[in-house]
């Protein structure tokens, strides 16, 4: 059965670029018909945070992703010792003592040698009594995958063919020195345990990918299939890691983003297929096809999302939003036509409330010193509300017939008059739903 999981660490809030990964991996168990797991990376207790646990399951469900089972890492330390031990003593992991300054120091040197500046194992090489003195001076050292120098080759389902040499890596560093362990072995025992088929994630994780293969078969087991989306940058291509604060999903949510809208642009975005709007997430996920996309950083746009918002508002059938409209106090007589005018002119819901304070209380008359007179007199002739679907046209004509006014020297200062804008719903529209008699 096709596994995938989506493994966010519950440190801050999920972003733009958190989403693309959670949704690739959600559709291709979905459309496999197979399962999709929530992993909690939550080893680091002193990041992690229960309320970004809860963000994230608030930021998928909103979305309508939905997971088949969610597994905590925090709990599941007791298998990572274990396989912490199976390294042990296949001679594959050993501990380290350097501080950090000292191998930044190490890098630097090899550098200037012009040699890769990977760790020198030099460890490798302390006698139990050197360590035993070590831990005596510097406390637990952090414990070392070593690699086989050997090439590490797989088959990417984005990236195709790739090969990384084992040699020009630095032996992985799996257990800090406070007995924290990292993503690295991890995601490796969780990935095997539960079965996971297909990983999808960002390509800076290919080295990774490199050194997790090499873990697994220590251990004994085969790996998943691998693939690497791209990067996102910013529209003119720059870096988006500084932006990722301001694009998190639940700061899209309250600015008035529709789901989806975003899961149209995301499930596109980077791929041969063209970015459209699409009307259900089961339509997205048959036709998502992994091998569109490609290995070029791709350029992420907030404002690519007001559009879709707003086609995807104007498709909305009144009956998903008669709750929404009544609580905002539109007459129920009036509620289905307020929605038929007012979709077509907003671009979030967010703009609902101020077309009905328009209707209900009139707009600012937005009037030139020219056209006050005749203003004047067009208001002197329309009666009071209500109005009905003839009113504008009957009420204009008088107005003509009297001021001698055509085209746009009689309409449009009506329009600004009535509702203070330049553009906006058909007037014969706006009429019906006014319910006070226009004045300056």
Known sequence: MTTTRFAPSPTGYLHVGNLRTALFNYMIARKAGGTFILRIDDTDPERSKPEYVDAIQEDLSWLGITWDRIEFQSKRLDRYAEAADALRAAGRFYE?????????LKRKKQLNMGKPPVYDRAALALSEDEKAALRAERGQGVWRFKLDHERIAWTDGILGDLSIDAA??????????D???LYTIASVVDDTEM????????SDHVTNTATQIQIMAALGHGHPEFAHHSLLTGPQGEALSKRLGTLALRDLRADGIE???LLSLMARLGSSQPVELVDSLDALIEGFDLSSFGSAPTKFDRDDLLPLTARFLHGVPFA????EIAALGVPADLAETFWEVARANITTRSDLPGWWHLFRDGGAPKVAEE???FVADAFARLPEPPYGPDTWSSWTAEVKAASGRKGKGLFMPLRRAVTGLDRGPEMADVMRLLQKKPTL
């Not at 380290?96 to 930044?104: G, R």
């Not at 079965?195 to 960002?202: A, E, L, S």
């Not at 998903?320 to 709750?323: G, R, Y």
């Open 195 to 202: 079965g996971v088929t297909h990983v999808v994630r960002g």
């Open 179 to 181: 007995g924290q362990v």
């Open 168 to 177: 020009s890596v630095s032996d992985p560093v799996l257990i800090r020195g």
């Open 320 to 323: 998903e939003m008669a709750d």
């Open 259 to 261: 789901p989806m809208a």
């Open 96 to 104: 380290a003592f350097e501080t950090p300054t000292e191998l930044d």
């Open 371 to 373: 056209d006050r007179d």
